[in-house]
Every structure is written in C-alpha cells, then in structure tokens.
C-alpha cells in the first residue's frame, strides 16, 4: 500500500497541472477526476461481494494489475477521451484494495491496540502520499528545466511542463507495480472462501437507519470534499500562479501533517472518547476553509505574493489535518459497531458513498469555478461539512456510550450493537 499511495500523492498533485497545462477547462478536469470516483463507488458492493467468496490475494491482485495499468495508461492518453476510460480503470483497481484493509486490519488486532494499529496504517499510507506529492512536485519541475535546456521555470512552455509531467506519472506508476508484486509474498489462510450469503447481510444492513444515516454522513463529506480538494493545484497555479514544485511542498506538507496527527489519536480516544474525538476535530477545521479560499487576495491588501503563498498554504495544511486525522478513528468506530458480519458490508457502502460525493462535488466545484468565482465552492463546501458532522454526532454519539459500557462490563463485543 505504501508504493501504491507514493503514486496516489503523485497523481494528487499532477495530474490536475497535467490536464490543465494540456488546455482542458476546470469543469473537464473535473469530469475527469469524477470518472475515477464514480468507478470506486461502483466497483465497492460488488468487491466486497467477490471478496466474501473468493481468496483475497487473487482479488488484490488483479485488482493492483488493472490498476498501475490505467495509471500509466490514462497519462499517455491524457488528451484524448479514453482518459476516462482509464480514470474509471484506476477507480476499479482501487477498489479491492480499499475495501479489504479495514475489516484485515480489525481482524487481526485487539480492542485495546487497534486505536494505534489504524492510525500507524493511515501514518504510513499517508507519510507515503506526502512524499509523493512533494518528491512528484519537485521532480516535475526538475523535469521540465532539463526538457527546455535549465532555463527558469518561468519561461518553460506549458507544452514542456506537460511532458514533465507525463514523465513523472509514469515513473510513479511503474514503481507502484512493485508494490503490487509484493501482494504474492502474502500468505494468510484466513483469506480463502467463505459460504456465507454477502448480499443476505447487505440487505438487511440497509434495513438498518444507521446504515442511512452514515451513508448520507459520508456522502456529504465526499460531496464538500469534491467541490474544493481536486482544484487546489490548479486553484493556486491561476490564484497566485505557484509552481508545481511548490504545489507539491504545501500538498505534502498537509499530508505529513495528517500522518503525525494520526498518531495523537489514541490520545485522544482516550481523553475524549471516538465521536467527540471526530466530530470536535472537524469543527475546528471548519473555519480555515474559508482562509483558503480568501488567502490569495492578501496581494490585493498590500501584501506580497509570497506572504500570500504562505498563508493560504498553511491554512490549507491546518485545516487538512484537523479534518482527516480522524479517519481511522470513525474507521475502526464503523468496524466496532457493525460487527464480524457487516464490518466488510459497511467498508463498502462507504466506499460508494464518498467517490459518488466528491464525482458529483468535481463536477459542480468544476462548473462554479469556471462560470462563478474560485472562492464560491468553499463556502458550500463550509456549509455541508457543519451539517455532516451534526448528522454524525447525533447518529453515534449514545450508540459509543453503550458500546464502551459493555467493554467495561466484559461483554463480548465481536458481534457489534446491530
């Protein structure tokens, strides 16, 4: 996961400034980052169905071939209408691998150690994604200096900083294919067949207002997430006119910033318990959406672009961290009160949720920037995170209390509280 997420930070920052510098407008690019999430959320039930009765390792496999395949495939053909094909592609291959990490990872870890076995996990995945995007950023400029004779990147073509990028999303995408290749050195005989009926389980998981209330939960998450997230490469390239280099230091940055703060979660778990820990976290952040959105016009105020630059970047990095640190604590919160039976069910119906949130919030954060401003899509985005994370609190907030009280009392807790 570790090679495969070095690609993920890689493609997080690039391709953006890849369609872009190929003349696309914001609402294709946006179309095109929604292709990829509207596969994820379509590939989820039928992954975790195939999941349920077939070896896992077969299913990451070939699921890691199709993949790096479409990975280095949508770049080649980044100008053309197959990139959808292969965004859809990349979408699908990451499908089996998201929805299998969290039911494994509960599975093989106690009550007491999970808190550090799912925030070292988002650590790595995420310390992974950091370097993708600031080694990808900087590569990327190296790139195109040594493609136009080591002039400045400010007199290097856009033409050039496309094949620059090209470059260094292929390279990634090929070192993610190692990373696949070590799937064959897994050997866990606890990922072979199993009889059960998946879809008996779905169906009467979905009868389960819970299961509603954490779909729309994570739905308008991933709906505010796509309106703003996609575009801040491209948001700081025509705001402030930031090279990728730096792009990728800020969007690095923020990512390290969430893998450290992943690893003060068992802390706070403790201090505060898991849904205050998640909802409290992501309140906070709410007000830095908006000094992102406003950094860029500290040069209308007097001040330097430079000054500009910093401040919007370290907004961004704040409020990164203080929404996203809190993952894999609502992850193995999910894991806890769905139980053994649902927990890969309830993986899945997440996994539709999100992308299908942030295809739709790509394509209408896309749209507003191109015909409203490049600030409007914050503002929604502000908007539905204050009503996501209120569902949430009321949906979990008594259902956690119980559940800490039947571990205090010695209950068996594999089962779950449905």
């Known amino acids: 996961m570790a090679l495969v997420a070095l690609n993920e930070g890689a493609f997080f920052t690039l391709l953006p400034l890849l369609l872009n510098s190929l003349g696309m407008p914001e609402d294709v690019i946006g179309y095109a980052l929604a292709t990829r999430f509207v596969s994820i959320a379509l590939i989820s039930l039928p992954a975790a169905a195939l999941s349920q009765r077939f070896a896992r390792k077969t299913l990451l496999l070939i699921g890691g071939v199709i993949f790096v395949v479409s990975a280095v495939f949508q770049v080649v053909f980044a100008a053309t209408p197959l990139i959808y094909v292969f965004a859809g592609g990349m979408g699908l291959g990451a499908g089996f691998f998201m929805v299998n990490a969290a039911p494994f990872m509960h599975d093989y870890s106690t009550h007491e150690t999970q808190p550090w076995v799912f925030g070292g996990f988002a650590a790595v995945n995420t310390g992974m994604m950091f370097l993708g995007t600031v080694l990808g950023g900087a590569a990327a400029d190296m790139v195109a200096r040594s493609l136009s004779n080591w002039t400045p990147l ?130 906070i952040s709410l007000p830095f959406i908006l000094g992102i959105a406003y950094g860029p016009f500290l040069v209308a105020l007097g001040f330097g672009p430079l000054v500009a630059i910093m401040f919007t970047g370290i907004v961004f990095i704040i409020r990164n961290a203080l929404m996203n640190l809190v993952n894999p604590v609502n992850t193995q919160l999910l894991m806890d009160i769905y139980g053994e039976r649902q927990r890969l069910n309830i993986v899945a119906i997440n996994m539709m949720a999100f992308p299908l949130g942030r295809a739709l919030g790509a394509q209408v954060g896309g749209n507003m920037m191109k015909h409203i401003s490049y600030q409007s899509p914050y503002w929604v985005t502000l908007a539905l995170y204050a009503g996501g994370i209120a569902l949430y609190y009321f949906a979990y907030a008594k259902l956690e209390r119980r559940f800490q009280e039947r571990v205090r009392a010695g209950e068996n807790i594999s089962a779950g509280m449905l």
């Open 154 to 283: 400010s007199l290097v073509t856009e033409q050039t900083f496309a094949q620059a990028y090209s470059i260094v999303l292929i390279t990634t995408g090929v070192l993610a294919s190692i990373g696949i290749a070590l799937v064959l050195l897994i050997r866990d005989v606890r990922w072979g067949r199993r009889r059960e009926s998946y879809w008996s389980n779905a169906r009467e998981l979905f009868r389960h207002r819970l299961t509603w209330a954490q779909f729309s939960f994570t739905l308008i998450i991933g709906l505010g997430s796509g309106l703003v997230v996609p575009f801040f490469p491209v948001f700081l390239r025509v705001m402030l006119n930031v090279p990728a280099s730096v792009v990728g230091a800020l969007q690095g940055a923020a990512m390290g910033s969430v893998a450290i703060g992943v690893l003060t979660t068992p802390w706070l778990i403790s201090r505060f318990g898991r849904v205050a820990t998640v909802t409290g976290s992501q309140m």
